[in-house]
């Protein structure tokens, strides 16, 4: 095809396709009135005007025809970049350059000195065959014109020149452009009536291609693509390319709005920007990866019955000539085209296939949907909340597992049964009808037995709204809240006992200080007020460190060890004195190896966890008694108990007692404050040490704490 066009192309007179007499006209009788001397030439040499020069030198030397060939001025003539062309007899034109369509013209608007030189007249007149003594005077008598003058009547007349011939090279498209759409719509209806093209895709493409090399070709340029939109992805593609870099191109894909015919395709309008590097819509990429230059594009929309289905554009003007505004409105010819030939295609191929891909589709929907069927109900199935759907008539149409066990139905036996004959409890029952006759969705919480305990459970009630907007039926979510509700009872009574444990000491600090202000109290009472406010203080101050602690825990900060070697006699001893006279219902005794280790601990850590346990053992023996503190040491472990004579603890607790929060339920531990943080710190701050805590006891006899970690020696 292309060949085709190509050679059809050659054939064409230049002076036509230009239609470069409409041109001469002008030239003619712009020389005349403005005594000036006018000729056109390509720099191909094709187009050539004759000169218009209405001077007697010009006049006489061309009367001959060696003077004839003298004043003929050939490409050669004219020298690259020069803007003053000297021709014959020195007379000095100016050169001004235009181009159009790829090619080059240069317009020779003369002249302008006049340099008196007999020898030269001389040789002219002997090389011409003319009267050197005529001819000099001839000569004499051309019009002069200064640089500036010449320069702008050679502008004037340049813009002239791309006018007119703008003009009659626009005619001549539309005219190329009307045989060429003739023939093509004449070959593709052709095409068509023969089924080839609209058979497969190929002969789309095909058909496409025809279309850009038409466009190519009638408007000179280096490339043009054909870019569809995938509106799935909101993207388009290259449905065809042409040009040197085709298969870089067709790779490439651009988001709607991205690039000049992304912006096409957004807006269904057409574009031609001459200059590519100084519009902002330009997408670089594009080229980057292509590694083609683009400088000029027209780029317009495909449209099928008014909607962009893509876009089609042309890039670059060979020789870097302008597009102009003509070739857009012949694209959109050639796009209208395509978009027709698209359609076609589309179409025809579309129906062929219909049928038997309707009966596929058909048949993977019914699959699809038995997949589906089975993919849902295995989901409800699993689901950890029960889940029970009923028809608009109350009959139960599905119950999970879960829903069979906390209702104690049968699932097989349940479908179909009526929903109060199979879940008693009235509440949820109502709800259910409630929704069937609001449309509404009802969210509420209902407590019913399972085994011996009462469950709380967050149900969610949906109503299934049909293509007619009546509900179907309903479908109810069941969950266990029983748990995090046991949770939030525990939290609020937790902060309840903080309050309470924070408001204990503060009591008696506050009372004693304010005797100490308000009397005059003695040395001896000073004394034992102030003894009563610091123990009351380390108590506020012990606690406030085990929140701080538990919360740093609870955050996943955790706690942090400083380790240093201590005297670990010494530090049982230091804990021993702080406890010693706190309670006169109890004896502490202390017993210590006689050789102390010396081991890698945290100090305050490891007095923290004396501490819990001391204040545990002297608060759960309210009767008072022995409170036994022991050290040893076995197989590079050391060992530390806390032993008490109190209240001890039942053999169901002993695991929950080192759990946040946990307090043993009896009426004796109620009275006795606590927050129930102490024993799991105590454990926390062991295992950070790589050891750990166990607890013996017996309920009325007693508990003793044994602590254990490896020991650690300083290098
Ligand atoms: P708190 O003492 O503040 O309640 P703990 O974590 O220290 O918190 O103890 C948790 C629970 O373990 C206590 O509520 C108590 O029931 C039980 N417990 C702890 N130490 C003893 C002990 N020496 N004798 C009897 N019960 C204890």
């Given at each position: 095809?292309?060949?085709?066009?190509?050679?059809?192309?050659?054939?064409?007179?230049?002076?036509?396709l230009?239609?470069?007499?409409?041109?001469?006209?002008?030239?003619?009788?712009?020389?005349?009135?403005l005594?000036?001397?006018?000729?056109?030439?390509?720099?191909?040499?094709?187009?050539?005007?004759?000169?218009?020069?209405?001077?007697?030198?010009?006049?006489?030397l061309?009367?001959?025809?060696?003077?004839?060939?003298?004043?003929?001025?050939?490409?050669?003539?004219?020298?690259?970049?020069?803007?003053?062309?000297?021709?014959?007899?020195?007379?000095?034109?100016y050169?001004?350059?235009?181009?159009?369509y790829?090619?080059?013209?240069n317009?020779?608007?003369?002249?302008?000195?006049?340099?008196?030189?007999?020898?030269?007249?001389?040789?002219?007149?002997?090389?011409?065959?003319?009267?050197?003594?005529?001819?000099?005077?001839?000569?004499?008598?051309?019009?002069?014109?200064?640089?500036e003058?010449?320069?702008?009547?050679?502008?004037?007349?340049?813009?002239?020149f791309n006018?007119?011939?703008?003009?009659?090279?626009?005619?001549?498209?539309?005219?190329?452009?009307?045989?060429?759409?003739?023939?093509?719509?004449?070959?593709?209806?052709?095409l068509?009536?023969?089924?080839?093209?609209i058979?497969?895709?190929?002969?789309l493409?095909?058909?496409?291609?025809?279309?850009?090399?038409?466009?190519?070709?009638?408007?000179?340029?280096?490339?043009?693509?054909?870019?569809?939109?995938?509106?799935?992805?909101?993207?388009?593609?290259?449905?065809?390319?042409?040009?040197?870099?085709?298969?870089?191109?067709?790779?490439?894909?651009?988001?709607?709005?991205e690039?000049?015919?992304?912006?096409?395709?957004?807006?269904?309008?057409?574009?031609?920007?001459?200059?590519?590097?100084?519009?902002p819509?330009?997408?670089r990429?594009?080229?980057?990866?292509?590694?083609?230059?683009?400088?000029?594009?027209?780029?317009?929309?495909?449209?099928?019955?008014?909607?962009?289905?893509?876009?089609v554009?042309?890039?670059?003007?060979?020789?870097?000539?302008?597009?102009?505004?003509?070739?857009?409105?012949?694209?959109?010819?050639l796009?209208?085209?395509?978009?027709?030939?698209?359609?076609?295609?589309?179409?025809?191929?579309?129906?062929?296939?219909?049928?038997?891909?309707?009966?596929?589709?058909?048949?993977?929907?019914?699959?699809?949907?038995?997949i589906?069927?089975?993919?849902?109900?295995?989901?409800?199935?699993?689901?950890?909340?029960?889940?029970?759907?009923?028809?608009?008539?109350?009959?139960?149409?599905?119950?999970?597992?879960?829903?069979?066990?906390?209702?104690?139905?049968?699932?097989?036996?349940?479908?179909?049964?009526?929903?109060?004959?199979?879940?008693?409890?009235?509440?949820?029952?109502?709800?259910?009808?409630m929704?069937?006759?609001?449309?509404?969705?009802?969210?509420?919480?209902?407590?019913?037995?399972?085994?011996?305990?009462?469950h709380?459970?967050?149900?969610?009630?949906a109503?299934?709204?049909?293509?007619?907007?009546?509900?179907?039926?309903?479908?109810?979510?069941?969950?266990?809240?029983?748990?995090?509700?046991?949770?939030?009872?525990?939290?609020?009574?937790?902060?309840?006992?903080?309050?309470?444990?924070?408001?204990?000491?503060?009591?008696?600090?506050?009372?004693?200080?304010?005797?100490?202000?308000?009397?005059?109290?003695?040395?001896?009472?000073?004394?034992?007020?102030?003894?009563?406010?610091?123990k009351?203080?380390?108590?506020?101050?012990?606690?406030?460190?085990?929140?701080?602690?538990?919360?740093r825990?609870?955050?996943?900060?955790?706690?942090?060890?400083?380790?240093?070697?201590?005297?670990?006699?010494?530090?049982?001893?230091?804990?021993?004195?702080?406890?010693?006279?706190?309670?006169?219902?109890h004896?502490?005794i202390?017993?210590?190896?006689?050789?102390?280790?010396?081991?890698?601990?945290?100090?305050?850590?490891?007095?923290?966890?004396?501490?819990?346990?001391?204040?545990?053992?002297?608060?759960?023996?309210?009767?008072?008694?022995?409170i036994?503190?022991?050290?040893?040491?076995?197989?590079?472990?050391?060992?530390?108990?806390?032993?008490?004579?109190?209240?001890?603890?039942?053999?169901?607790?002993?695991?929950?007692?080192?759990?946040?929060?946990?307090?043993?339920?009896?009426?004796?531990?109620?009275?006795?404050?606590?927050?129930?943080?102490?024993?799991?710190?105590?454990?926390y701050?062991?295992?950070?040490?790589?050891?750990?805590?166990?607890?013996?006891?017996?309920?009325?006899?007693?508990?003793?704490?044994?602590?254990?970690?490896?020991?650690?020696?300083?290098?």
């Amino acid at each position: 095809m292309a060949d085709e066009f190509g050679s059809k192309q050659n054939t064409i007179d230049s002076s036509k396709l230009f239609n470069i007499r409409v041109w001469e006209g002008i030239q003619y009788k712009f020389a005349k009135d403005l005594g000036i001397a006018i000729k056109v030439m390509s720099e191909d040499g094709k187009i050539n005007t004759p000169e218009s020069n209405f001077s007697d030198f010009y006049r006489l030397l061309t009367s001959t025809e060696e003077g004839r060939k003298i004043c003929e001025v050939t490409p050669d003539s004219i020298e690259k970049d020069v803007r003053f062309v000297s021709l014959y007899a020195d007379c000095v034109y100016y050169c001004a350059t235009t181009y159009f369509y790829g090619k080059k013209f240069n317009i020779l608007v003369g002249i302008r000195e006049r340099k008196y030189d007999e020898k030269m007249v001389k040789d002219l007149s002997v090389k011409a065959g003319l009267d050197y003594t005529e001819l000099l005077e001839a000569y004499k008598t051309q019009t002069v014109f200064p640089e500036e003058k010449i320069t702008n009547i050679a502008d004037l007349i340049v813009d002239l020149f791309n006018i007119v011939i703008e003009l009659s090279v626009q005619e001549y498209i539309t005219h190329m452009a009307n045989k060429e759409k003739e023939e093509e719509i004449a070959k593709m209806s052709a095409l068509m009536e023969a089924s080839i093209i609209i058979n497969s895709t190929r002969n789309l493409d095909q058909l496409l291609k025809i279309i850009m090399q038409s466009a190519e070709k009638v408007m000179q340029a280096e490339a043009s693509s054909v870019f569809l939109i995938d509106s799935e992805k909101n993207e388009l593609f290259f449905e065809i390319a042409t040009g040197p870099k085709e298969e870089e191109v067709k790779k490439i894909r651009l988001k709607m709005g991205e690039g000049i015919a992304g912006w096409v395709a957004y807006t269904g309008e057409s574009l031609l920007v001459p200059d590519v590097s100084k519009d902002p819509r330009f997408a670089r990429r594009v080229d980057e990866q292509t590694m083609f230059i683009t400088k000029s594009v027209i780029c317009v929309p495909l449209k099928v019955r008014n909607q962009t289905i893509g876009v089609v554009q042309v890039l670059n003007k060979i020789g870097g000539g302008n597009f102009s505004k003509t070739e857009i409105k012949f694209l959109e010819a050639l796009a209208s085209q395509a978009a027709i030939a698209i359609e076609n295609a589309n179409l025809y191929e579309h129906l062929e296939e219909r049928a038997e891909q309707l009966n596929k589709e058909l048949k993977t929907a019914n699959l699809d949907l038995g997949i589906e069927k089975l993919r849902i109900e295995s989901m409800v199935q699993s689901m950890e909340d029960a889940v029970v759907a009923v028809n608009k008539d109350k009959k139960i149409v599905m119950v999970n597992r879960v829903a069979e066990r906390i209702f104690s139905i049968d699932g097989g036996a349940a479908e179909g049964k009526a929903l109060d004959d199979v879940i008693m409890t009235k509440d949820i029952v109502d709800n259910f009808t409630m929704v069937l006759l609001t449309k509404n969705i009802n969210k509420t919480e209902v407590k019913f037995q399972l085994g011996n305990k009462e469950h709380i459970f967050a149900a969610v009630i949906a109503p299934i709204i049909d293509e007619k907007s009546e509900a179907a039926g309903s479908v109810a979510v069941f969950r266990d809240i029983t748990e995090i509700k046991e949770l939030d009872k525990m939290k609020s009574e937790f902060l309840n006992m903080v309050s309470h444990e924070l408001r204990t000491p503060l009591t008696p600090i506050q009372a004693y200080s304010e005797l100490m202000m308000i009397r005059n109290v003695d040395n001896e009472k000073v004394k034992k007020y102030a003894n009563i406010i610091n123990k009351e203080t380390q108590r506020l101050g012990a606690l406030i460190g085990d929140l701080l602690d538990l919360s740093r825990i609870d955050a996943g900060k955790g706690l942090s060890l400083t380790l240093e070697p201590v005297d670990m006699n010494e530090l049982m001893n230091t804990v021993y004195e702080t406890f010693r006279n706190a309670s006169v219902k109890h004896k502490i005794i202390l017993t210590l190896p006689e050789k102390s280790e010396i081991i890698m601990v945290d100090k305050n850590k490891m007095i923290q966890v004396m501490t819990n346990l001391l204040s545990n053992a002297l608060k759960y023996s309210p009767e008072g008694g022995d409170i036994e503190i022991r050290t040893w040491t076995d197989k590079e472990i050391f060992y530390g108990s806390v032993k008490d004579s109190g209240l001890g603890i039942a053999v169901e607790d002993l695991e929950k007692i080192f759990d946040k929060f946990y307090r043993v339920e009896s009426e004796k531990v109620k009275k006795i404050g606590g927050t129930g943080i102490g024993l799991p710190i105590v454990k926390y701050i062991l295992e950070l040490h790589n050891g750990g805590v166990d607890v013996k006891s017996e309920m009325d006899k007693g508990s003793e704490f044994i602590f254990h970690i490896p020991i650690v020696r300083p290098s």
